[in-house]
């Protein structure tokens, strides 16, 4: 048998999904994402939301003002749709190339929605100039309706909401966001060119036992919760399979220890600074490790088409374990890494 690479190179990964805060939250965590990624997209669910293009060049004014000295990093900037989003302002910014997307939230789905959609019917003019313009749509594919089991929730919007919006809205293009079941891995197969689908880091290595069972353990909550095993198989499949309408977003989403060990605690796992390492150990385990860069810097370019990342980076497997800190140190409290469970071995060098 061949000997195992111990070294992978690959095109500069991109993150399609990332949530980088404000303040010095964004201070604290971009650092973590810049180091090893190209670009990535950028949600827009602050407070208050990122709404217009103006407010989109501002935040990306912020991101770029806190980048580490000679980080290479571009933030792709996301609207943040709202029942009175004005369709000519998206198209403005995304002419202009400031916005790569609009993020759809369902009123209430999770952190910081609440300005979201309620009646998709009011949207529908942003959504067809969208259309037009070629712009994607990023979607939270959860229902929010309160009779919807939790587990349920990614399956039902797929009928209830996004089939019908995609009907309504030929040419329209999708996101799905970090889907965590196998009706969504179905759907997107079964899509066509005009879909395409994130896939988070902690879905790939987490199920809702991880979440639940001997205790319960709020740093592996996040939305979509994630599902039992066989959707987490249907994941690692996706993700590791060389489709090219699965590729990476991480959803790495901080939040300080304390607003995560309460009782009520905010969704999100914070993943970007050992996300690598933990997607290595996925795809080696798959034996996929030559899909990896497919996933991490190709489809999710050329789903947005955008050039992949002309440079590259190593990962390289030691025999002893790679030590990541616990926690980082935000100046807003401490947020905890993602703990995937297992001992890493890969890492960028
Ligand atoms: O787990 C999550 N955290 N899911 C989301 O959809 C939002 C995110 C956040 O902003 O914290
Ligand atoms: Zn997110």
């Not at 965590?29 to 949600?43: K, S, W």
């Not at 004014?61 to 290479?72: F, K, Q, T, Y």
């Not at 709020?218 to 249907?234: D, F, G, N, S, W």
Request: some cysteine; glycine content about 8%; overall charge negative.
């Amino acid at each position: 048998m061949a000997k195992a690479p111990d070294r992978i190179t690959i095109r500069r990964p991109d993150d399609w999904h990332l949530h980088l805060r404000d303040g010095t939250m964004l201070a604290a965590v971009l650092p973590e994402t810049a180091g090893h990624f190209g670009r990535a997209i950028i949600m827009p669910n602050l407070v208050p939301p990122v709404v217009t293009g103006a407010e989109a060049a501002a935040y990306r004014d912020r991101i770029r003002a806190a980048l580490p000295d000679g980080a290479a990093f571009e933030p792709l900037m996301t609207l943040y749709l709202t029942e009175a989003t004005d369709a000519a302002d998206v198209a403005a910014a995304a002419r202009s190339g400031l916005v790569r997307a609009v993020k759809l939230y369902p009123a209430g789905a999770t952190t910081n929605s609440a300005s979201g959609v309620r009646d998709f019917d009011k949207v529908r003019g942003v959504l067809e100039k969208m259309a037009e313009v070629g712009l994607p749509l990023c979607v939270h594919g959860e229902v929010t309706d309160p009779a919807v089991d939790i587990f349920d929730r990614e399956a039902v919007f797929i009928d209830r909401v996004l089939d019908p919006i995609r009907r309504a809205t030929p040419g329209l293009r999708v996101v799905m966001e970090h889907i965590t079941t196998t009706e969504g891995t179905d759907y997107v197969r079964a899509g066509g060119p005009d879909i395409a689908a994130t896939i988070t880091t902690h879905h790939l290595v987490i199920n809702r036992n991880h979440i639940l069972a001997g205790g319960i353990r709020p740093h592996y909550y996040c939305l979509p919760v994630a599902k039992r095993e066989t959707h987490r198989q249907a994941l690692r499949r996706a993700a590791t399979g060389g489709e090219a309408s699965f590729f990476l977003g991480t959803d790495s989403a901080p939040h300080v220890d304390a607003a995560k060990e309460t009782a009520c605690g905010c969704a999100g796992c914070f993943t970007a600074p050992n996300t690598l390492s933990i997607l290595a150990h996925v795809f080696e385990e798959e034996g996929a490790l030559d899909r990896l860069e497919g996933f991490t810097s190709l489809n999710g370019p050329a789903f947005y088409r955008l050039p992949a990342n002309e440079d590259q980076i190593t990962l390289a497997r030691s025999e002893s374990p790679v030590c990541y800190p616990a926690k980082l140190e935000t100046g807003v409290g401490p947020v905890t890494i993602f703990d995937p469970g297992f001992p890493l071995h890969w890492a960028p060098i």
